[in-house]
């Protein structure tokens, strides 16, 4: 395979897309692929499920969730063991009984799943009923320091990997340097047991991938744009002179405590409420 010469970096490197002709070419390209995320805008844009809408051929639920499953069977055996992020449906109402039910029957698709849920209160109850389960979970949305203090309380004692993806490039769009996160959460985790891996999400450019190893982001995930550039830089690492410059104004960084209860910790942000109304409503554009 192509560039086995080049460092491997330590971060573990995942797509960021809905279409396996993605992850085939990055894996040529790479030599590998440790993983791959989905969410239902990247499921929206996923050329089949496209196709289908286009064509007037909206879906019922259940059509939806077949086409959801035949994308992540087929990426499924092309990565390696960061898995592949199946998100579940939520909007502002569905309790974490409904999240943690379309979790198990998610979990059940393929061996090398991670069930996403969103970092909101319903949400981080249904990442904890799934890890008391042995179900490997990634909290998406997350926006703040206080939100991946929250998760880390409430997945406390999992025994399966838990994965928390801070959204960068969300955050520089509303003018934070939204890099600021990672580096925040890296420093209040090593306190922590390691438990939680900090999976840097919302890449959009260079400057974002190489930052994220830069802080020692243990996955990145990335849209395949991205990846292409890369290696067409040759796959360069952040050396010891790295510097990046920063998107916006400095996300300052909290003293927050880990051993606090998870439901203490300030849950809510309003790009977590907008997230989660931009998923619904791509979701339901391909619904009849
Ligand atoms: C991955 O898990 C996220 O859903 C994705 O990185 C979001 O990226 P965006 O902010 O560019 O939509």
Avoid at 90 to 102: H, I, K, P, V
Avoid at 112 to 124: F, R, S, V
């Amino acid at each position: 395979m192509a560039n086995q010469k080049h460092t491997r970096p330590a971060t573990k490197i995942l797509v960021d897309g809905g279409n396996p002709e993605d992850t085939k070419e990055i894996r040529k390209l790479l030599g590998y692929v440790d993983g791959q995320t989905t969410n239902p805008s990247l499921i929206a844009k996923n050329p089949n499920v496209a196709r289908l809408v286009k064509s007037g051929q909206k879906l019922t639920q259940s059509q939806e969730a077949d086409e959801y499953r035949k994308i992540v069977e087929t990426i499924s055996p092309l990565v390696g063991d960061a898995g592949v992020s199946i998100e579940v449906f939520a909007d502002l109402n569905t309790t974490a009984d409904e999240m943690f039910r379309q979790g198990r029957e998610m979990n059940s698709w393929i061996p090398n799943a991670y069930i996403k849920y969103p970092c909101t209160t319903e949400g981080l109850k249904a990442a904890h009923y799934s890890v008391s389960e042995g179900i490997r979970v990634n909290i998406t949305l997350c926006f703040s320091q206080s939100q991946a203090a929250a998760v880390y309380a409430a997945t406390k004692g999992a025994t399966t990997p838990v994965y928390v993806s801070p959204f960068i490039g969300r955050l520089d769009d509303i003018g934070q340097n939204g890099m600021d996160l990672i580096r925040n959460i890296k420093r209040m985790y090593a306190a922590g047991d390691g438990h939680v891996l900090v999976l840097a999400a919302s890449i959009r450019n260079l400057g974002h991938l190489l930052c994220s190893f830069h802080y020692g982001a243990e996955l990145a995930t990335v849209p395949a744009t991205v990846l292409k550039e890369w290696v067409g830089q040759g796959m360069p690492l952040p050396g010891p002179t790295f510097s990046y410059k920063p998107v916006g104004s400095e996300i300052k960084y909290e003293n927050l405590n880990l051993n606090q209860p998870w439901d203490t910790f300030d849950i809510q942000h309003d790009l977590t409420t907008k997230g989660i109304q931009k998923f619904v409503a791509d979701y339901k554009s391909t619904i009849r």
